[in-house]
């Protein structure tokens, strides 16, 4: 947890009692389950998965099953528990604020797991009740949830208030979570860091405003050099997949160099350098024409905190569309972009500090395969997952090291996204969360178990070849005359470039 070898005092049963100010017959009744007696399992266990064996010919769990109860459907074997529900009560008594988003789980006491979670709240929406808000007129913020090992909740309780459009974040390496503000108004355009065991506090209350002022999307940070990737998500301009001229629409990737690098809560606080990623001996590259495993050499350059959205557009950097999900893991940061490609299905890059190359690794060219990815994690056993935000269903799919794309939960709860996909730390659960109205779910089942070796196999595993780009026999001798290769060519002619 956030207090190993720092001093901080780690919560206890007793700290959960005096938290939600509950008597301890309450709290016994809260482990069985607050939100119900009979909390909904919708599919039986299986026996002997073979999902269960760890090798590299996993291509998912199979075909779902539809849930009776009508809510998730998932494959067979596996199980979900509702664990927490919008407009329900936190511990304190208090309504459990809506607009669930991103989240991430964290080792508790004992064996328990705490969830912290985002709620993207805006406006005159039902507000996040903190007792320490940034800005008590603001209605966003994060709540953290107490899982027992028995995935029942244990208590519910906020954990910062006062911000706006806390969309998605990420965990630090020293077991705090960033959540991440989604819009830049009225000082909101910020990234807070919150402390799971210590709620309210000052620093949860405190912008890192070194780490800029945008539309802040997500989060992942680099373990070996505690640098901090960040996604953003901008809405301005406008867009049309028909003609790449008339596109003004831009998103950058960002990184946060730290002075403080102690790794530990408050390190982020003590200022450090922002940059904007860019493409060498290209300006303003748009991420749209890259093609699946055509690797670019990159750079970064600085930009002003205050306005690094129109400083990294003045300077050249890399043009995406909308940029989501953000996970680092095996030496790679892999990052999303929700509006991405030639179909505006999406993207899914990765990003190799160790070689300072960025790769499109897939490229959505079918609706059934991706649509709109926004939250991404690597799993245990070193797949990708990705929750959609699409029109036509929201979905959590997977992809393999060897590009195969499976599905793996459908929502038929109702029309709003999957977000927040995120592990226990001990690989077992799956916790996911439905938007609005907010649902958490545990999802548990024949998971295949931790495979770092495989996560490492993901970072760097060849892209798909189903989805390299195609080009004729003609313009492969073309390529050969011009000492280029297939991808280059490809490139060229997506750019509209001629080479004969």
Known sequence: MSGKGSGRK?????????????????????????????????????????????????KGFGPLVKDPGGVIDLPKGFQYRIISEEGKT??????????????????????????????????????????????????????????????????????????MQNCAGGPTPWGTWLTCEETRENDHGYVFE?????????????????????????????????????????????????????????SFLYRYIPNDTSKRPGALQKGGKLQAMAIEEKTNPDADFMNPGQKFGVVWKDVNKEEPHDDA????????????????????????????????????????????????FYEGTD????????NICITPWG?????????????VLGITPEGEV???????????????????????????????PGVTFAIWGPFPGQNPARQRYMGHAAPPAAYAPKISAEMKEVAKINGISDLEAAAYLRHGVPLL
């Open 10 to 58: 780690q919560f206890n049963r007793r700290d959960f009692i005096k938290l939600g100010g509950m008597s301890t017959v309450a709290l016994t009744l809260g482990s069985a389950g607050l939100l119900g007696a009979n909390p909904t399992e919708a599919i039986g266990a299986s026996k002997g998965s073979a999902a269960q064996k760890v090798n590299n010919s996993f």
């Open 383 to 395: 797949d990708l997952l990705f929750a959609e935000d699409g029109d036509n269903g929201n979905r």
């Open 313 to 360: 557009l003045s300077k050249g950097c890399v043009r995406f569309n909308r940029l989501e999900g953000a996970y680092f893991a095996g030496g790679v940061f892999w990052f999303d972009d929700t509006a991405g490609g030639e179909k505006r299905l999406g993207q899914i890059y990765r990003y190799i500090p160790a070689t300072e190359t960025l790769e499109l």
């Open 194 to 250: 919150v402390m799971p065991n210590e709620p309210e506090n000052k620093l949860s209350k405190t912008p890192i405003r070194d780490m800029g002022f945008f539309s802040h999307e997500a989060t992942a940070i680099d373990p070996a050099t505690g640098i901090v990737y960040l996604t953003e998500d901008d809405f301005r301009g406008k867009i049309d997949p028909n003609d790449p001229t008339n596109d003004e629409r831009s």
């Open 406 to 436: 499976y599905l793996f939960a459908n929502n038929r709860m109702n029309g709003s996204e999957f977000c927040g996909p995120t592990f226990s730390p001990d690989g077992k659960t799956f916790f996911l969360n439905i938007q609005s």
């Open 367 to 374: 609706a059934n395969k991706m649509e709109s990815p926004d």
């Open 90 to 163: 936190l511990t304190n008594g208090a309504p459990i604020p809506g607009d669930f988003d991103g989240m991430a789980a964290f080792q508790g006491p004992g064996h328990l797991t705490i969830l912290v979670r985002n709620h993207e709240l805006s406006g005159s929406e039902s507000a996040v009740q903190g007792k320490n808000p940034y800005n008590k007129l603001a209605p966003g913020g994060t709540t953290a949830l107490v899982i027992g090992p028995d995935r029942r909740l244990f208590a519910e309780y906020v954990t910062s208030s006062g911000s």
